[in-house]
């Protein structure tokens, strides 16, 4: 059972279309992170949320943390082919080791 | 410029060899990291070392080695390579998560080792 489980795995929509990616889990976390990973290159961090129902917005990206802190969604306005890529969200192991554990990761592809 | 560095991009070799991949960051960080990928794009720690000590060992073969000559490097050797050992390596920094405030501190990946087992 994956402590992070993610949704849809794969998604592929047209230009301008909107969307949303979950991260869900029955742990309650102090932390999450969302990392997007282009081909052929590694994660880059995208937001860390910290505080339950918190709210950050990244120009057309928008992510929520969820008010008891277990879960999370990614929401992308009027995707563009540059968003295209693998999405993943990620907490931090309980003891300060950096340990980073992630979801299985939703697979976006936007279609000029 | 580049942040994280890793060598080789590529690695194509047979069952039972030897390989190391090499890593290499110049952004002044403590913790470098290894982590797996898989072909499902799962991505799963293997090993972290805080200015050259170990400091997480995950579940993984002892035919994996990490090796820290320098807080800014940061190997993997790999002995008697199987299939299953394809994946994509990639190696990580960040400042010491174990510093007040820096628990969460952002990893900086490097590009990607894609080995691939024949």
């Known amino acids: 059972t994956q402590l992070l489980e993610q949704s849809p795995q794969f998604l592929s929509i047209q230009e301008g279309e909107n969307l949303t990616v979950y991260c869900n889990s029955s742990?309650?976390?102090?932390?999450l992170q969302w990392y997007r990973q282009e081909p052929g290159e590694g994660p880059v961090l995208l937001v860390t949320?910290?505080?339950?129902?918190e709210v950050k917005k990244l120009k057309r990206l928008t992510f929520q943390f969820g008010d008891a802190r277990k879960d999370s969604s990614l929401h992308i306005t009027a995707a563009q082919p540059g968003d295209t890529g693998l999405y993943l969200c990620?907490?931090?192991?309980?003891?300060?080791?950096?340990?980073?554990?992630f979801g299985q990761g939703t697979t976006l592809q936007v279609k000029p | 410029d580049t942040a994280v560095s890793q060598t080789p991009k590529y690695l194509v070799t047979q069952m039972g060899n030897d390989k190391s991949i090499k890593c290499e960051q110049n952004?002044?960080?403590?913790?470098m990291y290894w982590y797996k990928q898989d072909s499902k794009k799962f991505l799963k720690i293997m090993f972290s070392?805080?200015?050259?000590?170990?400091?997480i060992n995950e579940t993984v073969p002892n035919r994996f080695s990490p090796k820290s000559p320098d807080k800014a490097h940061l190997n993997l050797h790999i002995n008697s390579l199987e299939l299953g050992d394809s994946a994509v390596y990639f190696c990580?920094?960040?400042?010491?998560?174990?510093?007040?405030?820096?628990?969460?501190?952002?990893?900086?990946f490097g590009p990607g080792t894609r080995l691939t087992v024949l």
């Open positions: 990580a920094s960040s400042q010491d998560p174990r510093l007040p405030g820096l628990s969460t501190d952002t990893q900086y």
């Open positions: 742990s309650v976390f102090s932390s």
């Open positions: 949320v910290v505080t339950g129902g």
């Open positions: 990620a907490v931090h192991g309980s003891s300060n080791t950096g340990k980073l554990i």
């Open positions: 952004l002044g960080h403590d913790t």
């Open positions: 070392y805080n200015n050259k000590e170990l400091i």
